[in-house]
């Protein structure tokens, strides 16, 4: 801004806070005209090239990022399908124990009842502790895809019991009634059953889905 009138301190702030880059008081002397327009001129160069630099790298950044984010994908892809292999091996273990379980019974029914009492604690023992070995292995997986799945649902359901939320995890992943049996020795119907009282406790109806409520969390 070039000016003879205005010359004053009050004129030179409001011209620079108007947008002017300088201000230059009449009569205009020619080597400080060109000092200044140069200065202006370097301030637009360094505006300029540190505007391109940053482009560059917020194009950097955004590159990693993406790059990471793919690399995370491919890392949650591959624990989900690490989930689902630990949880088909669970089942197959489950499954296996089931059967030993049911032979011991037999077994037991010839056996006097002193001896018979002792084989039942034993027979209960090794369902809990085998259950738990392999449930500590399955769920540290879970954790690992569903990192906040545990936090989310007791914050909105604080009263869900240890077995209410082995059931969540279980009906999360979508697993067949007959499946859970299997996981928890229990029947087909008294899973029904569970699946129903999960419903009520997490005040659903009849008619929702359950799997599609649990995968919200």
């Not at 491919?74 to 030993?100: P, R, V, Y």
């Not at 084989?119 to 769920?139: G, M, P, R, T, V």
Request: aromatic share 10%.
């Amino acid at each position: 801004m070039a000016t003879g009138i205005k010359t004053e301190s009050e004129d030179l702030k409001q011209a620079l806070d108007s947008g002017a880059v300088d201000f230059i008081r009449k009569p205009i002397d020619e080597i400080e005209l060109l000092a200044r327009v140069q200065a202006a001129l370097r301030l637009v160069y360094y505006y300029n090239e540190n505007r391109r630099r940053l482009k560059t790298i917020h194009r950097q950044e955004k590159e990693i990022i993406n790059q990471k984010a793919e690399e995370y994908k491919k890392e949650l892809e591959f624990k989900k399908k690490e989930l689902i292999n630990n949880a088909l091996q669970l089942l197959h273990f489950m499954e296996n124990t089931s059967g030993m379980v049911t032979e011991l019974k037999k077994i037991n029914l010839d056996i006097c009842d002193d001896n018979s009492n002792e084989l039942k604690q034993i027979i209960a023992k090794y369902q809990n502790d085998s259950f738990d070995i392999k449930w500590a292995e399955f769920e540290e997986r879970f954790d690992e895809v569903h990192f906040d799945f545990y936090r989310s649902l007791l914050k909105d359901f604080p009263n869900l019991s240890a077995n209410d939320r082995k059931l969540c995890v279980y009906f999360k992943m979508d697993m067949e009634n007959k499946d859970i049996a299997a996981l928890t020795f229990s029947s087909y119907e008294a899973v029904r059953k569970a699946r129903n009282r999960l419903k009520y406790k997490l005040g659903l109806s009849s008619e929702e889905n359950l799997v599609e409520f649990l995968n919200r969390y």
